[in-house]
């Protein structure tokens, strides 16, 4: 059997959704595929639950900083209204009834099941194909990535998708991976009162982030008392007696649960790449500016490599939108990709990190202004360590990259964002009026130290 259609969208994520919905919209005849939950990883897996959790153990933080500032507080965490609040708010039971109807409701017809394309602008579903006139859009995301360290692959440890489910935590648990996912899962673990080892291949957590911002998770990771190891090589895993248990370079760490947090594995080996002329053993894919991957194809969100953000997918979701709808002149421009890492400190970067500004080749000039030493930085004391870090091409005066770390550093990020992407000269930066006393007036002071 085979069905005529406009547009087949292979994978729901965050991005699927909305360019199947916004051509759907537009009066396209649009099929929608998922082998699993409408919505894709953020809303179940991902951002929503890891926020609910950060969320809950940001709080605990603050009670624990009242000493400080407001008397006496003592907090008892209890993880059940957080599962609770994943499972019926988040998640519905990990029930995606809701959003398939709200996809059905803009016109879109869903399909679930595993779909390959099958050659150009076909794609089969369970025996079914569909031919769409116009193309496939995919969108079909990652899995954890699990690294392969001896003994790891015959363990029950979690990864993200597994402890967004818990009902209640472990005595303790180490960490693999130190990057955003790690980083913000062991500190909302600690927080919990978890016994937490984070374990780092790389000289540094954070290590995409600012050296500067490594530096300063690691100190509040250690005042919080989560052990953070880095530069070592894992060269064994073993469990046995309900206990995990890892071979490093010079010690064995023990622990009631291993939560693998070691990067994103893009779902393309089993999608008929090679129909199309494409490599199925690629780790991204190519696009053009339009999103278009081949002829009547366009790929969309973490496959695409350009980072693995919602926000990224979302924005892809809406070129690629534009470009089925026949509108000209619509391109992607990845020079101000705003990224924030949820720990606390929070830590936002946007545009060119310093190294990756230098190795391009710019003459670089760096402003640095340390939280603290802002007026609202010394009001807000306990728990106010960060800092704004500005990276200026020297020659054409303008912000290239920044990184915004402290409380809210994702929204004070928000102008930086603005600036990086619109280009806006530093001369013009320097001459507005930042409120007093805000964490955002430390891009004044940062400004100042431009050198
Ligand atoms: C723990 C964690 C926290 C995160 N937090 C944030 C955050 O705070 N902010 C942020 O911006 N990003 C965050 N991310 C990243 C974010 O989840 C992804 O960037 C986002 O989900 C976009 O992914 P996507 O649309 O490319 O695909 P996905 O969300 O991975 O969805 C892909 C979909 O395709 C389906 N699929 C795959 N292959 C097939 C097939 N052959 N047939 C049918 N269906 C298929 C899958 O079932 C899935 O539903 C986080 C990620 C993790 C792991």
């Known amino acids: 059997m085979s069905q005529e259609v406009d547009v087949v969208v292979l994978g729901m994520g965050p991005g699927g959704e909305a360019v199947a919905t916004q051509a759907a919209q537009a009066g396209l005849d649009v099929v929608a595929v998922d082998q699993h939950l409408v919505g894709g990883e953020c809303p179940y897996y991902a951002c929503i639950p890891s926020k609910m959790m950060i969320r809950a153990g940001n709080v605990l933080a603050e009670t624990r900083r009242v000493s400080d500032l407001a008397g006496a507080s003592t907090a008892t965490p209890d993880w059940a209204p957080v599962a609770e609040r994943i499972d019926v708010e988040a998640t519905t039971g990990w029930n995606d009834q809701i ?16 779909g390959r394309l099958d050659g150009e602008r076909t794609v089969t579903v369970d025996g079914e194909t569909y031919v769409a006139s116009k193309g496939v859009v995919l969108n079909t995301g990652t899995q954890p990535s699990v690294p392969p360290i001896p003994g790891l692959a015959d363990t029950p440890y979690w990864t993200n998708r597994d402890v967004v489910k818990l009902k209640e935590l472990p005595g303790s648990m180490i960490v693999i991976g130190g990057g955003a996912v790690g980083a913000e899962l062991c500190q909302a673990f600690a927080r919990f009162g978890v016994e937490v080892t984070l374990v780092e291949v790389a000289d540094r957590i954070l290590a995409v982030e600012e050296p500067e911002a490594s530096k300063l998770i690691t100190e509040a990771f250690g005042s919080e008392g989560i052990q953070v190891l880095v530069g070592v090589e894992i060269s064994q895993v073993e469990y046995a007696d309900g206990h995990f248990s890892l071979t490093l370079d010079e010690q064995t760490l023990r622990a009631d649960k291993l939560l693998v947090a070691a990067g994103r594995r893009t779902n393309l080996a089993d999608i008929g790449l090679e129909t199309v002329g ?38 892809q979701a809406a070129i690629a939108a534009r470009d089925i709808l026949g509108e000209e002149g619509v391109e992607a421009d990845y020079r ?26 710019i003459s670089v000039r760096i402003g640095v202004a340390q939280v603290p030493s802002s007026a609202r930085g010394w009001i807000h004391k306990a728990g106010n360590e960060g800092f704004i870090k500005l990276i200026e091409d020297a020659d054409r005066q303008v912000l290239v990259g920044a990184a915004s770390a402290g409380p809210h550093g994702g929204e004070v990020l928000s102008a930086l964002a603005v600036a990086v992407h619109a280009a806006v000269p530093t001369s013009t930066l320097r001459s507005m009026i930042y409120a007093y006393p805000t964490f955002h007036r430390g891009i004044e002071d940062a400004l100042n130290a431009l050198d």
């Open 99 to 114: 959003a398939v109807d709200r996809l059905e409701d803009s016109g879109v017809t869903f399909v679930r099941g595993h």
């Open 278 to 315: 494409l490599d199925p053993g690629a780790k991204s894919l190519d696009t053009d500016v339009r999103m278009r991957a081949g002829e009547g194809l366009w790929a969309i969100g973490d496959i695409t490599g350009k980072g693995a953000f919602t926000h990224v997918s979302m924005y």
């Open 336 to 361: 101000a990709v705003p990224r924030v890492t949820f720990t606390d400190p929070e830590v936002g970067s946007v545009g060119l990190t310093e190294q990756q500004a230098r190795d391009a080749g």
